[in-house]
DNA sequence: GGTGGTTCCCTCGGATTGGGGTATTCATTT
DNA sequence: AAATGAATACCCCAATCCGAGGGAACCACC
């Protein structure tokens, strides 16, 4: 393959050692081709228009001012075009989110191998998502509603409603029902949950996965 | 491996073909054995304390009265065990959301060869999560929040905290402001979002990823 | 016949809301 | 030096929304 097409890869990693294994692994291969590695975001982050990677390698656990979370974000905010790969020494849930949101497209761990390495590239190159087995479930359980809620079927339509941040009246115009029945199912509501105003049912439904 | 420990695997598929060839398929692998196949969700449902699946094969496009995302809901409910592939032939991003709420663990396309499907019985035993490279990204994709919100961080918060259903005054309590700030940020968030409540301006935040 | 879910009604006062202005401070940008 | 954007703060005002306390009817499913 040309080196003219090669993807470009782009490695921020703190560990000079994992850096250069990394690198070479990359450059091992006919499709990808690091442009760079660096030890902190705020170097990748000065060079993005001349480094124009089209996939970045960011380790989560970085020294100094920028985490890797934050980095992601700054990445894909000036350099969206790249994906981003978060790899990481643990696959704690809050974290993992926190760098879905943040715009990773994929998560591996430090101890990938380079055949995990170059199939995680390959696999986000071809417009995947490429994670651990844990990790997909985990992504996948994040979207389940709990199966026990102790709302009736009427009472979750209506805390989906309040959710949307309607009021009484706009939940029984949307609902044909009158606004003194919304007003009692939500009393139910507040009961059942144990809260006390609408934040604190939102609040809950949503920690509970009740929505 | 001895047949006391193999997966009980339950398909529900209206095509007799299909189901057929699925049930080859699954019967040839020395970890998996079906149990059952039946033709719509009622008739699994009524046999899920006989049938005690461990994964559920479900069709999405079922015909008659419960469709797979319905259905994939009740067996979750009665027979929470069990792990639920969907099967499907579209990989529309509606529906592969409203499957995964209904509790799917995993979702694959009815053109599935024999490898495939085994893959995915194989990935959904060991805690993963099934699915597609397509639809791996879709779901990443879901969690990506909006990097281009007209919102400056401050108001990004404030949004965040009228998620939570706070009121101004609260809002002002936790940010340690005065309430009258608050009025102000939340009148802004309004004036961008061109909407005039705070109901509209969750709806437009949650489908536009800006919190 | 009981239970649970859904519907409807009443009263009450205090808090919240949204709309209209205006203004200061601070940092960044031009 | 001027301008812009962001964050902060204050004023007035009317509408309504909210939460709490009751009671009660209807229907479907056990």
Redesign the interface.
């Given at each position: 393959m040309n080196s003219e097409i090669k993807k470009r890869v782009l490695i921020v990693e703190d560990d000079k050692e994992i850096r250069n294994s990394f690198m070479v692994i990359v450059n091992s291969s006919s499709q990808f081709s690091v442009v760079n590695g660096y030890s902190s975001c705020e170097e990748a982050i000065k060079h993005l228009n001349t480094d124009k990677p089209d996939i970045v390698l960011m380790d989560i656990e970085l020294p100094g001012g920028m985490n890797g979370i934050k980095g992601a974000?700054v990445i894909?905010?000036k350099w969206?075009v790249a994906d981003v790969i978060m790899v990481t020494v643990y696959e704690d849930s809050e974290m993992v989110?926190e760098a879905?949101?943040?715009?990773?497209?994929?998560y591996i761990t430090k101890s990938a191998n380079y055949r995990e390495l170059l199939a995680a590239l390959e696999?986000i190159s071809?417009?995947?998502?490429p994670?651990?087995?844990?990790i997909?479930?985990l992504?996948?359980?994040n979207?389940?509603?709990n199966?026990n809620s102790p709302l009736t079927k009427r009472e979750t339509e209506i805390l989906q409603l309040?959710?949307?941040?309607?009021?009484y009246t706009?939940i029984s115009e949307q609902l044909f029902i009158s606004k003194e029945t919304s007003k009692t199912h939500i009393k139910n509501i507040y009961a059942k949950l144990q809260v006390k105003?609408?934040?604190?049912?939102?609040?809950k439904a949503n920690l509970e996965k009740l929505i």
């Amino acid at each position: 393959m040309n080196s003219e097409i090669k993807k470009r890869v782009l490695i921020v990693e703190d560990d000079k050692e994992i850096r250069n294994s990394f690198m070479v692994i990359v450059n091992s291969s006919s499709q990808f081709s690091v442009v760079n590695g660096y030890s902190s975001c705020e170097e990748a982050i000065k060079h993005l228009n001349t480094d124009k990677p089209d996939i970045v390698l960011m380790d989560i656990e970085l020294p100094g001012g920028m985490n890797g979370i934050k980095g992601a974000k700054v990445i894909k905010d000036k350099w969206p075009v790249a994906d981003v790969i978060m790899v990481t020494v643990y696959e704690d849930s809050e974290m993992v989110f926190e760098a879905l949101k943040a715009g990773a497209s994929g998560y591996i761990t430090k101890s990938a191998n380079y055949r995990e390495l170059l199939a995680a590239l390959e696999e986000i190159s071809k417009g995947g998502a490429p994670m651990s087995s844990k990790i997909a479930r985990l992504v996948i359980d994040n979207f389940h509603v709990n199966p026990n809620s102790p709302l009736t079927k009427r009472e979750t339509e209506i805390l989906q409603l309040i959710a949307e941040g309607k009021t009484y009246t706009q939940i029984s115009e949307q609902l044909f029902i009158s606004k003194e029945t919304s007003k009692t199912h939500i009393k139910n509501i507040y009961a059942k949950l144990q809260v006390k105003c609408k934040s604190e049912a939102i609040a809950k439904a949503n920690l509970e996965k009740l929505i």
